[in-house]
């Protein structure tokens, strides 16, 4: 009777180690290349970006000849006389230029990109998709397949070469992507808050502007860098739109115009210094803006999907 007994006890037991999960150590070694690789790539990807730009700033400090002698060696002088001379020789007018766009642009095409969003993500209506669907093809839509008639529209405006026709173009093409952006955040809010605001007799207007736009505030930051990002280094619209129509009429280029202008402007007595010192005045801002939002652009980059 005792052999029975043990071919049975061994069954289960051969099967227990058939099944048995695989061991913490084999999981644990593979996080960790996992890691090395992830990190590594990651790393990776941080010298190919830093390195350039430190190469941009670094060459600003440098003579002629001595980026045509050793375009990677380190600067022999310090001095800052570089970013005065790029800043007299235009980038100044470029940079302000560049800044009265933007400081109208922005706001403007934030507050009209979310109260469409609002709008179309908190209302049913007839016509709701086929407006969102409409806003969403016109990220899709080439902007080089407009520039032309966009010329004689601005033209016949009589909008060419000023500030209010590179704005309200500016708007037009940064609103398709902000109303998709927002469209998806304010579909992520409470609807319980927009109710207990309506209950109190709050208006439309009052809804949107006291209480759902301030809970919108980590997407409107997130979506207001990436629109100062683009419309910052746009540059195939200021040089259709934004060129003088006479000799009397105002040179109102923007940085990205004004640094192909100071190229020109060269010929062949070249002052490189001078050129990577106006394109490092012009990345300086941008660099400042974003590492100061970092947190509140991946705040809101998450928020949507994690409620």
Do not use: C
Not at 181 to 192: N, W
Not at 199 to 219: E, I, N, Y
Not at 274 to 295: D, E, H, K, N, W
Request: no cysteine; glycine share 8%; hydrophobic share 55%.
């Amino acid at each position: 009777m005792s052999a029975p007994i043990k071919e049975t006890a061994a069954v289960p037991a051969q099967r227990a180690t058939d099944t048995a999960p695989a061991r913490p150590g084999s999981e644990r070694s593979e996080g960790v290349v996992l890691n090395a690789f992830s990190h590594g790539f990651l790393a990776l990807w941080a010298l190919l970006i830093v390195l350039p730009l430190l190469w941009l700033v670094l060459s600003s400090f440098k003579t002629d000849a001595q980026i045509g002698g050793s375009a990677f060696g380190w600067p022999q002088n310090w001095s800052l006389d570089v970013f005065g001379r790029a800043w007299d020789k235009g980038i100044g007018d470029y940079f302000l230029n560049t800044v009265i766009v933007l400081v109208f642009s922005v706001p403007l095409t934030m507050l009209l990109g979310s109260m469409a969003a609002y709008v179309l993500a908190r209302y049913q209506f007839w016509g709701n998709r086929f407006l969102y669907f409409f806003f969403v093809a016109g990220a899709m839509f080439p902007v080089f397949l407009a520039l032309v008639p966009l010329f004689f529209m601005v033209k016949r405006l009589d909008m060419l070469n000023t500030y209010q026709g590179l704005i309200l173009v500016y708007v037009a093409y940064s609103m398709p992507f902000t109303v998709f952006f927002m469209h998806a955040f304010f579909r992520t809010l409470p609807t319980a808050v927009f109710e207990a605001a309506v209950l109190d007799g709050a208006s439309h207007t009052r809804t949107f502007f006291q209480v759902m736009l301030p809970m919108a505030k980590p997407g409107l930051i997130s979506v207001g860098i990436f629109n100062t990002l683009g419309q910052w280094n746009q540059f195939i619209l200021p040089t259709v739109l934004m060129q003088p129509q006479s000799g009397d009429d105002p040179e109102r280029y923007v940085l990205t115009q004004g640094l192909i202008q100071l190229q020109q402007q060269m010929g062949y007595a070249s002052d490189l210094p001078v050129l990577f010192a106006g394109v490092t005045i012009a990345m300086i801002p941008m660099l400042v803006v974003y590492l100061s939002f970092q947190r509140q652009v991946q705040a809101g980059l998450t928020s949507a999907t994690l409620k």
